[in-house]
């Protein structure tokens, strides 16, 4: 066989097996949850989930978060984590995942302060990762987990009512285990010291 050829054989191989992301996606919007945050300075006003559809991949299912959020304070906002949580189709937690939106070259705002005039500005945020084609996922919620204003000021959610939340939605408690995963690994991440894990609600 010419080389040519046997290398066009090869590189179909791997575009199938790990690129999964070209084909179409099929839409969680029911079970795309944006948990209720009342007070923070960044709103979630839209939020849809999507997975790739059976036999795209041998080996990956991409998964795509698509959010759109407002600033509903009068000040520049320079940095914002989202957060996604994820539960399978058994109802099983699954994982969680971050988004950070900021500007990698300078301190810019990535959302300039809403003026009292006029009606604040929408963004969007898309986020893609892949899981393994055995996790099929079913239901996904977003929150907004921080936020950092241009004058340095971090504000930062309680976490605890968001997986009330989440349990309520479920319509079962979140088990201690998810609890501790939640938040001993957002704490390995920023290396902060243990935090007194919340009892399931």
Known sequence: MPARSLLSIISLIVLTTWAPAAWSLTSLRENSVMLAQPGAPVTIDRYECFRTADGTSAIYRTTEHRARYVNQTHRDITAIEFRFIMFDIWDDYMAWHREVEFDSWSAKPVIKASKPDKSPRRHSVTYNHALYRGMLLNHAFVYVYR?????????????????????ERMDRPLAPAVITDLVEQQNVWHGHPPQSVPPPQ
């Open 147 to 167: 936020a950092r204003f241009a004058d340095g000021e971090i504000w930062q959610v309680d976490e605890a009512p968001l997986w009330r939340q989440v349990a």
